[in-house]
């Protein structure tokens, strides 16, 4: 079991975990879902007040698709998300969710938030 002699060596031992933690991941930086600093993290180059009705269509999808499997596949939704929705993971969600009678309307969703209209 490990001691600590002082409250600076538990301090120094909590910090270095939060930082570890916080570094974690893909790379990506982490924003709060559903915001501007997201959106363009994703690289979307549509406009985000214009378009954010379906940016949180989309990402919903990944979301969805993450409760689907969830753990250990808690890559599957930056997965989904990546390149802004334009991926094949996205597609696989869709299926995988029985959505695909409205893969239209997420195609087009995908084509307003990147810019392509």
Same mark, same amino acid.
């Given at each position: 079991m490990m001691t600590f002699n002082n409250g600076?060596?538990?301090?120094?031992? =909590? &910090? @270095? =975990? #939060?930082?570890? $933690? &916080? @570094?974690?991941?893909?790379g990506h930086r982490k924003y709060q879902p559903y915001t501007y600093g997201?959106?363009?993290?994703? %690289?979307c180059t549509g406009d985000f007040d214009g378009n954010k009705g379906a940016f949180k269509v989309l990402r919903h999808i990944c979301d969805e698709c993450y409760n689907l499997y969830g753990y250990p596949y808690t890559h599957i939704k930056e997965e989904c998300m990546d390149d802004c929705? $334009? %991926?094949?993971r996205? /597609? %696989?969600? #869709?299926? +995988?969710l029985k959505m695909e009678e /409205?893969?239209? +309307?997420? +195609?087009?969703? #995908?084509?307003?938030v990147n810019n392509r209209f």
């Open positions: 600076w060596q538990l301090l120094m031992m =909590i &910090a @270095s =975990i #939060v930082l570890l $933690q &916080a @570094s974690y991941g893909h997201e959106f363009k993290t994703l %690289n929705f $334009q %991926n094949k996205f /597609k %696989n969600c #869709v299926a +995988e /409205k893969r239209h +309307e997420f +195609e087009n969703h #995908v084509d307003f």
